[in-house]
């Protein structure tokens, strides 16, 4: 994931941001580099590879000065090459980026027509030419890239420096998270407080929509709306920098805020921006010969499966048998050697997946694992291990490991499609910009947090919970009542919404709120008259859904979720946000342990 460092200094900057890179190594990058303003003049230096290349390319062709901005970067969109390493500069302005622009093209197709010419393959470098261009019209660089960020839609964190401003950088937060440093006379910014550590523990954390005007003096930060706000001074020690929670109380809370995030570097690892086109290179799994997929897992990967089952049947066409990892070699289920079975497992360690995929190995054409740590067992002894490159989770109950699983199993299922036939080169490329545009829904949907809160007070005292969805948020009802269990301890149960008069509305009374997923599709209206079965019989409704389903749906719910609008492919993915937040603030408001529930590990590695 990529690192964002900032210095205005006393002293050469350089080298202090490349050991600050150093620091951010833990993310993943491909490529690095540093600018600095020497007198007022602009310098970089890009390099392919570890730091060592950008390192040794220093000691070659040093640059000077006490202002400067570096990067290490995972590449989204454009190959890992020196052209599309950051900093990126047009004009006077250069640029370093964490996460995705998701308006780039129209940006760039507007800014091209007005005669600007674009060196690499990003979508950071439109942010550059968008702010150099304001600055020619006469913006001053502070105003320009306000200008700019009211232009740009997306997942993003970014740093600004500016030629002939030794004394100023801008930083901005819309989705990925951003940190700045104070110092004595000195101002820093990083990804995140581990950056910044040997510089300074005074750190305030950006908030969602912030951006801030950095001098050596001190930071001015203003929201999303324009407006000067104030945001808390934090002195961190080490330690806790070591495993920082940021600005938020427990580490489920940053987490679930990282999605954005992460699951834009999901995608640049297995989507081709350029293209549309999901990276088959990425991959390496053939499903055109398969006669069916297995999918095997546990708990909420177990989850993340249900989801990928609509996903391969609908798109590929190809069916799709489902395993709890703990009853799969148990039940001896019949291999032909023609399937794909595929193993989720965030921790790679999982001892009930684990010895499934022991189980299947030899017997069946692929074993491929979903995983978020690429050295564990589970990878290791697999024939194909996708990364899920959600970063390092640390909450016992999983999150963004969720969503990045979510967003691998989505671009398997649509390479699987064009494999086996089932949809044409349009087909997958409107799938793709479906996929590309969930970091942006993501941040969207966390607009919803302040909602969920209030009505978390009253829910908390409940005994009974239901959850009910149609279609793939089915599954999203299950993991959402699991993780209302996991954390806040009430019993809490997920059911198919058809399924309700088949047994579970016996339960219904004005003390079991029923909590329904419903974006507006093709099967709102079925999920809304099941609603109303609920409501005749006093039952509380919370209904999650997006601005037309809820102008539809009227105002006889107890609460009413708004969510962004968004394709129906990644509905999924977007509506984990909401079920995550309700049992998030309902623990708060019970007092449970958030990031450590009583009686369950991150990792079981037992049977």
Not at 169 to 179: D, I, K, N, Q, T
Not at 194 to 204: D, E, F, I, Q, S
Not at 323 to 341: C, K, M, N, Q
Not at 390 to 403: D, M, P
Request: proline content about 4%.
């Amino acid at each position: 994931m990529c690192g964002i460092v900032g210095i205005l200094g006393n002293h050469e900057v350089a080298p202090i941001i490349l050991d600050a890179l150093k620091r951010l190594e833990y993310r993943g990058y491909d490529s690095a580099g540093i600018a600095t303003l020497n007198h007022g003049h602009m310098e970089s230096r890009r390099a392919v590879g570890k730091l060592a290349a950008l390192s040794d390319l220093l000691v070659q062709s040093p640059i000077r000065g006490h202002s400067g901005i570096g990067h290490t970067r995972w590449a989204t969109h454009g190959a890992p090459t020196e052209i599309n390493a950051h900093p990126h500069r047009a004009g006077s302005v250069a640029v370093v980026h964490n996460g995705i622009i998701e308006n780039f093209r129209e940006i760039r197709d507007e800014l091209a027509a007005e005669g600007r010419s674009f060196a690499s393959e990003t979508d950071t470098e439109v942010v550059a030419q968008l702010a150099a261009h304001y600055i020619d019209r006469g913006l001053a660089p502070g105003d320009a890239a306000a200008a700019t960020l009211s232009r740009l839609e997306g997942a993003f964190a970014l740093c600004f420096l500016f030629e002939g401003e030794e004394d100023l950088m801008v930083a901005a937060r819309a989705g990925s998270p951003l940190a700045i440093g104070h110092g004595d006379g000195e101002m820093f910014v990083g990804s995140d407080a581990l950056a910044l550590a040997p510089m300074t523990n005074r750190v305030t954390y950006l908030q969602e929509g912030d951006y801030a005007i950095i001098r050596r003096g001190g930071a001015v930060i203003h929201d999303a709306a324009g407006n000067r706000v104030t945001r808390e001074m934090k002195t961190v020690s080490i330690d806790t920098v070591l495993v920082d929670k940021g600005n938020h109380k427990h580490f489920m809370a940053k987490e679930i805020h990282e999605q954005p995030t992460v699951v834009a570097y999901a995608l640049g690892h297995y989507i081709d921006q350029a293209r549309n086109l999901v990276a088959e290179a990425a991959m390496n799994v053939d499903f055109s010969r398969a006669d069916r997929i297995v999918l095997v897992a546990c708990g909420t990967g177990h989850y993340a499966c249900h989801v990928a089952k609509y996903w391969f049947e609908q798109v590929a066409r190809v069916p799709v048998e489902i395993d709890i990892a703990s009853e799969f070699r148990y039940r001896d289920p019949v291999l032909t050697g023609r399937e794909v079975a595929i193993f989720v497992s965030q921790s790679g360690e999982t001892a009930d997946t684990l010895a499934a995929l022991r189980h299947a190995r030899g017997r069946v054409g692929r074993a491929v694992s979903v995983v978020n740590v690429p050295e564990s067992s589970i990878a290791r002894e697999s024939d194909v291990a996708l990364p899920i490159l959600a970063g390092a989770e640390i909450s016992v109950a999983s999150t963004k490991a969720f969503t990045c699983q979510l967003t691998v199993l989505a671009s398997l299922a649509i390479l699987a499609g064009r494999q086996r036939g089932t949809i044409d080169t349009a087909g997958e490329q409107e799938l793709v910009r479906a996929l590309s545009s969930a970091p942006g829904a993501l941040a969207r949907a966390l607009a919803i947090e302040a909602d969920i809160a209030p009505f978390s007070m009253e829910l908390a005292r409940a005994r009974d919970v239901l959850f009910l969805g149609r279609g793939s948020m089915y599954p999203l009802a299950l993991e959402g009542a699991l993780k209302l269990k996991e954390l806040s301890y009430i019993h809490a149960e997920g059911y198919a919404s058809g399924e309700l008069k088949h047994g579970p509305i016996a339960l219904i009374d004005e003390d079991v709120p029923v909590i329904v997923l419903a974006p507006r599709d093709a099967l709102f209206e079925k999920t809304v008259s099941n609603m109303q079965e609920v409501m005749a019989r006093g039952g509380r409704i919370v209904l999650v859904t997006d601005a037309e389903g809820a102008r539809q749906a009227g105002n006889e719910a107890w609460a009413t979720l708004v969510m962004p609008d968004v394709h129906p492919f990644i509905a999924p993915l977007v509506y984990a946000v909401p079920a995550q937040l309700i049992a998030y603030y309902s623990a708060m408001a019970k007092g449970t342990d958030v990031d450590q529930p009583r009686n369950l590990a991150k990792s079981v590695t037992v049977e």
